[in-house]
T-cell receptor, first 117, second 112 residues
Framework: GAGVSQSPSNKVTEKGKDVELRCDPI?????LYWYRQRLGQGLEFLIY????????KSGLPSDRFSAERTGESVSTLTIQRTQQEDSAVYLC???????????????FGPGTRLTVL | GEDVEQSLFLSVREGDSSVINCTYT??????LYWYKQEPGAGLQLLTY?????DMKQDQRLTVLLNKKDKHLSLRIADTQTGDSAIYFC????????????FGSGTRLSIRP
């Protein structure tokens, strides 16, 4: 597709269940980011993948959160034993490469709204 | 520490200029960004400035950077109803190639 896509767009789950969120980056983009956006707040960095390098997991809030990426394509963010505090919009972004500047502009997907009851 | 702060709301009259302000704490910032988020849509990069610049203009948008005060602003000239959105200030810190720190966003509303 032309842009970053995410699925599902909305997910409602019960506390304690596991959820998987999917991100399809723009084809050819080597860098992929996951962010969390709580209601009325800014984006909170979660994890970053760049090519074949080890991912930067420094933003993951707990060991209940994990993410994988298959090569330079699809990524899944998994939240185990969900808690109500996990309710947020989870945004994925991709860029041609890592680092700053216009050439590495991050293109964002529409997000997955997760509600934990 | 790493922190980016913005005021939460701004209301301007259509046709006036909007000025959205942002302060950041990390002096090792390399790039500073302004993103726009419209309802139900993902974030869109509006413009960015490298930390060795103090001003950047792009059509109706003017970005001013005061590195001494760690203050960034976005001016939108001739504000239109289509400019209604949440505007996020963000910084990329030098010590991490990956991490961008976002502010909480400023909701811009336009009065007729």
């Amino acid at each position: 597709g032309a842009g970053v896509s995410q699925s599902p767009s909305n997910k409602v789950t019960e506390k304690g269940k596991d959820v998987e969120l999917r991100c399809d980056p723009i084809s050819g983009h080597t860098a992929l980011y996951w962010y969390r956006q709580r209601l009325g707040q800014g984006l909170e960095f979660l994890i970053y993948f760049q090519g074949n390098s080890a991912p930067d997991k420094s933003g993951l809030p707990s060991d209940r959160f994990s993410a994988e990426r298959t090569g330079e394509s699809v990524s899944t963010l998994t939240i185990q034993r969900t808690q109500q505090e996990d309710s947020a919009v989870y945004l994925c972004a991709s860029s041609l490469g890592g680092g700053g500047g216009a050439s590495n502009e991050q293109f964002f997907g529409p997000g997955t709204r997760l509600t934990v009851l | 520490g790493e922190d980016v702060e913005q005021s939460l709301f701004l209301s301007v009259r259509e046709g006036d200029s909007s000025v959205i302000n942002c302060t950041y704490t990390d002096s090792s910032s390399t790039y500073l960004y302004w993103y726009k988020q419209e309802p139900g849509a993902g974030l869109q990069l509006l413009t960015y400035i490298f930390s060795n610049m103090d001003m950047k203009q792009d059509q109706r948008l003017t970005v001013l950077l005061n590195k001494k005060d760690k203050h960034l602003s976005l001016r939108i000239a001739d504000t239109q109803t289509g400019d209604s959105a949440i505007y996020f200030c963000a910084e990329r810190i030098y010590s991490s190639a990956s991490k961008i720190i976002f502010g909480s966003g400023t909701r811009l509303s336009i009065r007729p």
